[in-house]
């Protein structure tokens, strides 16, 4: 435990504890900045490549669908059986992709998790020091 000067002015104390808390809370205010710019650009990548996967994907569905319809009217089915039977799986997959899409991206991914980690351990800190003096 470090040694305290019981010997010194409380304005001197506060004035100390200003100096602290104003550096704690532009470094802090760093760290949170670096942190939302990382979290912004891993975003913004993953974006880029889901809509570069989406574009060679819509149409590569497009075909396999037609090749499934094709494949099922060969068994004898009319063609809009077989069309509504493939649009139907389709439809039901896409929903439940949307739906897991969905509930993966949440603001909770995007918070600053390691800034607000280190701002509680700072109060905790503080609080520690302010019982001290």
């Not at 009319?78 to 896409?94: F, H, M, N, Q, R």
């Amino acid at each position: 435990m470090p040694m305290v000067d019981t010997n010194r002015p409380i304005t001197d104390i506060f004035r100390d504890l200003l100096t602290q808390l104003t550096s704690l809370v532009r470094t802090e205010g760093e760290l949170a900045r670096a942190e939302m710019s990382e979290k912004i650009d891993q975003a913004a990548r993953g974006l880029a490549l889901m809509v570069g996967g989406a574009v060679l994907l819509i149409p590569a569905l497009v075909i396999l669908l037609a090749a499934a319809v094709a494949a099922i009217m060969d068994t004898g089915l009319e063609p809009y059986w077989a069309a509504l039977i493939v649009g139907g799986a389709a439809l039901v997959i896409g929903v439940i992709l949307m739906i897991a899409g969905k509930s993966s991206i949440k603001l909770y991914n995007l918070a600053p998790r390691k800034t607000v980690h280190q701002l509680r351990r700072d109060a905790s800190v503080a609080k520690q020091q302010m019982r001290q003096t």
